[in-house]
């Protein structure tokens, strides 16, 4: 399928006006917008040809790939690699969120999720832009890195850095964001912090559980420890 991207002529790559973000950026927003208005559309697979660093080419036209996913986008990307051709691929799906400002990392489950409509889409250079819809207010907000094959090279000026509360991570990491890397035999992003530090924060909730619980009134400090997940591997 061949679509007009713009009314306007794009800059010429090269020159000092041309931003590939800008454009996927644009082009995230754009699939977003189209796709909820369908509330019931299944997951969908999106791509565009282009060059790998400057994208479509810089006429008024581009190829644009569309494919309705039959599963969970993870299921359908797992094992697959995008056409030497593609210059991004994404997913845009309905799904629900909850927020999870105060909590860190974890989510609040007393909080009721609430309906999304979400755009992700990666470049063969890293780049990401995530466009994320609130059903409830059709509020939409893009956001995201300039490069996430190695690490986070910081916010593009196009890109929001997300509402308050919203996960520090950003739009380049994530399950369908390493699986969307991974079609283009990008590397993903590393984890956010190492396993010591998970492990840790794992056996103190185990102990706060218990101790609520009122089991550990009598506990040693043996059985305190045991309750690390290190001893789960070592038996």
């Known amino acids: 399928m061949k679509i007009r991207s713009s009314s306007h002529p794009h800059p010429v790559p090269g020159s000092p006006t041309f931003d590939p973000v800008a454009r996927l950026v644009a082009l995230a927003e754009s699939l977003e917008a189209v796709l909820a208005t369908d509330g019931d559309h299944p997951p969908m697979l999106v791509a565009v040809h282009g060059d790998a660093d400057l994208g479509p080419s810089a006429d008024e036209t581009f190829e644009l790939v569309v494919k309705p996913l039959a599963h969970h986008p993870a299921a359908e990307l797992e094992g697959f690699v995008a056409p030497p051709s593609w210059w991004c691929i994404g997913v845009v799906a309905s799904g629900r969120a909850r927020t999870n400002e105060g ?38 907000r893009s956001h995201g890195c300039t ?46 912090t190492d396993t010591a530090t998970l492990f840790g924060a794992l056996w103190v909730h185990r102990v706060m559980r218990d101790a609520l619980d009122h089991r550990l009134v009598d506990a040693s400090w043996d059985e305190v420890a045991h309750l690390h997940p290190l001893f789960d591997a070592i038996g």
């Open 103 to 140: 909590l860190g990392c974890f989510a609040d489950a007393s909080v009721d999720p609430f309906p999304v409509h979400v755009a992700h889409l990666v470049t063969r250079a890293g780049h990401t832009v995530r466009v994320l819809r609130d059903r409830r207010t059709d509020d939409v």
């Open 147 to 192: 490069r996430g094959d190695a690490a986070p090279a910081g916010a593009h000026p196009d890109l929001d850095p997300g509402p308050t509360g919203a996960s520090s991570s950003g739009a380049g990491t994530g399950l369908i964001d390493d699986y969307l890397r991974l079609t283009l035999r990008l590397a993903t992003p590393p984890p956010p």
